[in-house]
């Protein structure tokens, strides 16, 4: 009988961390980017493909309530979602994301981020230069991604030089170099939900030329 209350109770308190190891994690995650964005009081960011929109509520309180956070989506009812957050929070306003355009207006941050996005991107050459486009002078973008899992298949429509779900990280400095980015930090122990997972953060610069 001990030991069974024993064995209930460890189960209840493995319940109970779990997602306080998940939360743990996106703060984790947003105080990096906070580092490396330069996020601060009244600066203008933007997440690409938000999906639930916790790093997007925690961009906002890093920002402030004299900063913007846009915040995009593709999918209707992920979108949905964070058009409920952007009516919480005055400093969200929430994108109707296209396949070939971020919809974000030109020169409108000063960063932008992804996260485990990219590598499903059906149009990345014209995504790219839309994220040219709507990046400030001197801003920056972090896009954090992972390497091709092993035995997996490229998304469907996305370009099959991926060889798996996810994007070799020399394929995706490629492109976006391409695009008129270059390379500010490299970052190959991101935090990640699973162990098995490599995620990594490649931080680029739009240069004032």
């Known amino acids: 009988m001990l030991r069974r209350s024993l064995l209930l109770g460890l189960a209840l308190c493995a319940f109970a961390v779990a997602p306080c190891r998940g939360q743990d994690t996106w703060q984790a995650e947003a105080k990096l980017l906070a580092g490396l964005l330069n996020w601060h009081d009244g600066a203008v960011v933007a997440e690409i493909g938000a999906g639930n929109g916790k790093l ?7 920002v402030g309530p004299t900063g913007k956070v846009y915040t995009t989506e593709l999918d209707l009812d992920k979108l949905a979602h964070l058009r409920e957050l952007a009516a919480k929070d005055r400093n969200i306003t929430a994108v109707k994301a296209a396949e070939a355009d971020t919809n974000l207006p030109a020169a409108c941050c000063d960063s932008i981020f992804m996260r485990l996005v990219y590598h499903h991107l059906t149009k990345p ?4 230069a839309s994220l040219f486009r709507s990046v400030k002078p001197g801003g920056r973008l972090a896009v954090i991604d992972e390497d091709p899992l092993e035995g997996s298949s490229v998304p469907e429509g996305v370009p099959k030089n991926r060889s798996g779900h996810g994007i070799p990280q020399k394929i995706l400095v490629s492109e976006l170099t391409a695009a008129g980015f270059e390379v500010e930090s490299i970052r190959n122990d991101w935090p990640s939900r699973d162990a098995s997972h490599l995620i990594y953060c490649v931080v680029f610069r739009k240069t004032n030329r």
């Open 56 to 62: 997007t509520v925690l961009a906002a309180q890093r």
């Open 125 to 128: 050459a014209d995504i790219d």
